[in-house]
């Protein structure tokens, strides 16, 4: 079974070297349940990680069986880190240095600010700061794909899979009700498509519903809504090497460094600036991306200890809240006032 990424169970005892059958229980499981949450996606327009997640968690049940857990957690650990990397093939340095210096710098100030939020926050609440830099990055980069990426940098041993679920089912929340409520604030303030679109771009969690916020809006806005969130998008990368920067050394005196697939991340994004990979070749690949990170959501949906979600209560709620409302304020204070 695979290891905590940066070395939290360094001195337990080494896991026995496994065969792909003992993988092959789980990941059936995982594969299956992510089908479905595609089927759910296609036919009824709900985003694919909240159907995974909701299939995940409605399958729970099978994690007492043993014979599943390499599998399971194969696919939340592993095909994460490969569907962050191919992550690199939705952004491109020119759509970067389209959105201008003033709004990047913006970008930035938000995704920075939100995550601030996001850890006094959760102290302010008595949790700790892990778990707050988990909620507040989920809420200001990419929601659930950016919870997991953090979760995995952070390790088992700070965050857990229940603390990790409650983020993904918070943010889920929370970003389906932005999608419908922020169009509507956007025309209640008069907002041009410029405007609109930066706020909803700047604001919304999910991709996916970022981008339906902006086009409901209008065409202009969900352009500047695209390129706004997939500038955050690309601000994952950079987060996370950060955050593995500023965890404490280990007991032999060790940095835990860069993860490799914030690398990957990085050096696919370049190659994927200078143009040389085909259309079809990165539509190809987003989708994979898309289908990695749907199974390891679904995967961490069905390892999750469902007594501890419940035993929570309702504080992590807040702190997913706080950060949402302090991107929201800042998007529509940078919308207003500067563009």
Known sequence: MAADLYGDLLYAEASPRRGWRSYAPGLTIVALGTLA???LSDHYGAPPTLMALLIGLALNFLSADVRLHPGLAFASRSLLRWGIVLVGVRVTGAQVVALGPVALVCVIGIVAATMGMGVLAARRLGLDSAFGTLAGGAVAICGASAAMALATTLGEKRVSQ?????VLVGISAMSAGAMVSYPLLAHALRYTDLQAGFLLGASIHDVAQALG???????????IAAIVKLTRVAL???????VAATLPRDE?????????FVVGFFALL?????GVIPVAVARGAEKVAAALLAAA???????????????????PLLVIGAA???ALALAGCAAGLLL
């Open 252 to 260: 032999r005196g060790k940095g835990v460094g860069v993860p490799w």
């Open 236 to 242: 994952l990368a950079p987060v996370l090497a950060v």
């Open 324 to 326: 949402t409302l302090t």
């Open 162 to 166: 229940a603390q990790l679920t409650l």
């Open 270 to 274: 370049a190659i994927n600036s200078t």
């Open 37 to 39: 949450a595609g089927f």
């Open 297 to 315: 959501v679904t995967a961490t949906a069905i390892r999750s200890p469902l007594a501890q979600l419940l035993e929570t209560g309702p504080r």
């Open 213 to 223: 916020a902006g086009y409901a809006f209008s065409p202009g806005a969900g352009q």
